[in-house]
């Protein structure tokens, strides 16, 4: 350990050392790393998820999360983290066996504060002293606490708290019965063992009545409560059948801006949400509102300028076109009126805008041509620039008031890792949380190639040759739509792809029609006409690597997760051209999914109602064409996904199996959309080498694949 560089005055280190010392530990790389090799399975699983980068209002420390797989104990572990602005060693600041995340300073330096589940209860807020010692619960509510934020003076938090259930209301009144003075420790020990109830049943009332990681909705919203840290006392300031969220405190400590869907009757009915702006003291709940947006369409992330004077945001212009439109930065005056949006000549998918801490520009990450840059444009409008820019992939970042910024970027040769910058500066690693990892494998350098689809449009992606490619062989190769439909691949690291071409494949990541970063007129090409132009821009990239004589064109695979998935199952009712298909997380008899999934507003404004627009709805569901397929096929997904449900992988296995076609279906039990359990991940991996081993390749590196579990 370097004690220079934690830049605290001698008797706070040593009493930070001393409270901190179980959890002290290097993040740096051995001194003599092994020989690299190509990636395996299990060296996915070891990637450490590095991420929201929180520094401190002095611009002298940083704060991090690290998330942990561990497939002995089948769960993945966050901890937060901390290291100087300036780079040196860095010091685990949460225990072990809990999960914790969410880190934030208080604006005056003396303490970190945190999310964290401990003791089986519920997620609160829990504090650190900057000067050591153990982490404090903050707060003691009978429901968890999603978010929160510090007040300017450090005094006071808001809260993001939903509704209590019954059960929390009731679980609260025996608490209040309970006799004072009994710690903790004392409860659990005398307690009895709590009876098994049978749950109530889901009354539904709501439009849009079912969300992926939650399940049917009831009519408990979310809404701001502030927090006095002197008092512990909690007072709500905001109510009402509307859902209130993403809070910020105006620099003087007065107002909070915020995001909330009350502008209309049913916000079931609208993804229209406004910023509004409430008074830190309101004592009546949900009165004395100002709305400060009005734009018909989804206005997000609110931030103030340092006088106060002006929010800048995050706003949809075009509500028609859902998430095909592109999302713009803002700003508007606090008090309301007339908005100027700041990137509308850039038509780029834009997010997260902050001030500088002159207030003189407005930063923000922004999508453009397969990459996420940090950008800056004047608080007044004009010219964009780029602070971070390049290859690469800036996730989140923070700015301190004395102008200093730390950064998540990933690139394609490295997983995500904590960068800062001083204004004007160059950017220093401060992290180092990878390295071991990237020292053991070969990394591939991926293509980012452009090519012609059918009927001209230029079209990019990326391009991985296996590992130790020859020029002038040809490989197996495997087609990857991406998921979405707007999303992208990005310049960043890919261990999917890593893995399949240390296992001898081409492998392509087009950014077709519908993808993000190239402006809203490719964005939207395929609103309400998914697998058309999307797929002609996919198969013009198998075509391009198969004329670059790298793809063999009679060893092709495709698969996806999601979109990915859905695209996938449209591909396979299109040609015969693929030896192997993996659709996760798929559908394509959409008209079952109306009322099933998450998405009843899309597909009410984009597709409209199945009953009444038949005609749309059968386009884009390839499930019709099913008897066209000739392809072994694998389906798989989670059983409790409620985003894309495993209902359409199930009707996709049925359809083949009742044709007689090579097909099988893998479902993951307790997994929402995205698999979370590391056992699991690494089934889902091995399945997709040993399917496209044993069909693509077909030269007997793998053997059939077997519908047995791992």
């Given at each position: ?534 797929y002609q821009d996919d198969m013009a990239m198998v075509d391009y690597a198969v004329a670059q004589g790298v793809a063999d064109p009679d060893k092709l695979g495709v698969g996806g997760w999601s979109y990915g998935g859905i695209s996938t199952d449209f591909i396979i009712t299109q040609t015969t051209r693929f030896k192997a298909a993996i659709s996760g997380a798929g559908s394509a008899f959409l008209a079952a999914l109306y009322g099933h999934d998450q998405y009843i507003l899309d597909y009410d404004v984009e597709l409209g109602y199945p009953w009444a627009n038949r005609a749309t709805w059968d386009r884009v569901s390839p499930y019709y064409r099913v008897a066209n397929i000739t392809t072994p096929t694998l389906f798989m997904g989670g059983d409790i996904d409620w985003n894309v449900p495993i209902l359409g992988g199930e009707q996709m296995y049925q359809a083949m199996k009742s044709l007689g076609r090579e097909t099988e279906l893998v479902v993951y039990p307790g997994e929402y959309h995205g698999l979370k359990k590391p056992s699991h991940i690494k089934d889902r991996l091995e399945r997709h080498l040993s399917w496209y081993g044993h ?16």
């Amino acid at each position: 350990m370097r004690f220079r560089s934690l830049a605290l005055p001698v008797c706070a280190l040593a009493c930070a050392l001393y409270f901190l010392a179980p959890f002290v530990a290097a993040q740096s790389a051995p001194s003599t790393p092994p020989a690299p090799r190509a990636i395996t399975v299990d060296d996915v699983i070891e990637i450490h998820e590095v991420s929201d980068p929180q520094i401190a209002e002095d611009g002298k420390w940083v704060a991090y999360t690290v998330a942990t797989a561990s497939l002995k104990e089948d769960k993945t572990e966050t901890r937060i983290w901390m290291a100087a602005a300036g780079g040196g060693d860095a010091i685990v600041m949460t225990a072990e066996d809990v999960s914790s995340s969410h880190p934030r300073w208080s604006p005056d330096g003396k303490y970190l504060a945190f999310l964290s589940k401990r003791n089986e209860g519920k997620t609160q807020v829990w504090l650190l002293n900057r000067m050591g010692g153990e982490a404090q619960r903050l707060t003691d509510a009978i429901q968890d606490v999603d978010d929160f934020d510090w007040s300017p003076d450090s005094k006071r938090l808001i809260l993001i708290l939903r509704d209590p259930s019954p059960e929390e209301l009731d679980e609260a009144k025996t608490k209040e019965k309970e006799m004072p003075g009994s710690s903790d420790k004392d409860k659990s020990k005398d307690a009895k063992p709590k009876k098994t109830k049978t749950p109530p049943p889901s009354v539904v009332d709501r439009y849009r009545f079912k969300t992926d990681t939650v399940g049917y909705l009831d009519r408990r919203r979310t809404h701001l409560y502030v927090f006095d840290g002197a008092s512990k006392t909690v007072v709500q300031i905001t109510s009402g059948d509307f859902d209130d969220s993403e809070p910020a405190w105006s620099p003087d400590g007065k107002l909070l801006a915020f995001r909330s869907n009350r502008s209309t009757p049913d916000p079931d009915r609208t993804y229209d949400t406004n910023i509004w702006a409430v008074a830190a003291d309101n004592t009546d709940k949900g009165g004395h509102l100002t709305q400060v947006t009005t734009n018909p369409g989804a206005d997000e992330a609110p931030a103030w300028s340092p006088d106060g004077k002006w929010i800048t945001y995050v706003t949809q212009l075009d509500p028609k076109l859902l998430v095909y439109a592109t999302k713009h930065i803002a700003v508007s005056p606090a008090a309301g009126g007339e908005a100027r949006v700041l990137t509308q000549a850039y038509d780029r998918m834009s997010q997260s805008p902050h001030f500088s801490p002159d207030g003189k520009f407005v930063y923000f990450i922004a999508d453009d041509d397969g990459t996420q840059n940090l950008c800056r444009v004047p608080a007044a409008g004009g010219e964009i620039t780029r602070p971070i820019s390049g290859r690469v992939v800036v996730s989140s970042y923070t700015i301190a008031k004395s102008g200093g910024l730390a950064a998540q970027i990933s690139s394609m040769d490295r997983p995500d890792e904590i960068f800062t910058t001083t204004s004007g500066g160059s950017l220093t690693r401060i992290t180092h949380v990878n390295d071991a990892f990237m020292a053991r494998i070969k990394v591939v350098a991926p293509e980012y190639v452009k090519f012609k689809s059918n009927d001209g449009t230029t079209v990019a992606g990326y391009l991985f040759k296996p590992l130790d490619y020859v020029e002038g062989k040809k490989y197996p190769t495997l087609l990857h739509p991406h998921g979405g439909p707007v999303g992208s691949y990005y310049g960043e690291f890919d261990h999917f792809s890593q893995l399949m071409a240390a296992n001898g494949y081409v492998v392509l990541e087009p950014n077709p029609r519908g993808s993000s970063g190239y402006g809203q007129d490719f964005c939207k090409a395929i609103f309400a006409d998914w697998g058309n132009k999307d797929y002609q821009d996919d198969m013009a990239m198998v075509d391009y690597a198969v004329a670059q004589g790298v793809a063999d064109p009679d060893k092709l695979g495709v698969g996806g997760w999601s979109y990915g998935g859905i695209s996938t199952d449209f591909i396979i009712t299109q040609t015969t051209r693929f030896k192997a298909a993996i659709s996760g997380a798929g559908s394509a008899f959409l008209a079952a999914l109306y009322g099933h999934d998450q998405y009843i507003l899309d597909y009410d404004v984009e597709l409209g109602y199945p009953w009444a627009n038949r005609a749309t709805w059968d386009r884009v569901s390839p499930y019709y064409r099913v008897a066209n397929i000739t392809t072994p096929t694998l389906f798989m997904g989670g059983d409790i996904d409620w985003n894309v449900p495993i209902l359409g992988g199930e009707q996709m296995y049925q359809a083949m199996k009742s044709l007689g076609r090579e097909t099988e279906l893998v479902v993951y039990p307790g997994e929402y959309h995205g698999l979370k359990k590391p056992s699991h991940i690494k089934d889902r991996l091995e399945r997709h080498l040993s399917w496209y081993g044993h069909y693509v390749k077909a030269d007997g590196s793998a053997a059939r694949p077997s519908a047995k579990a791992n």
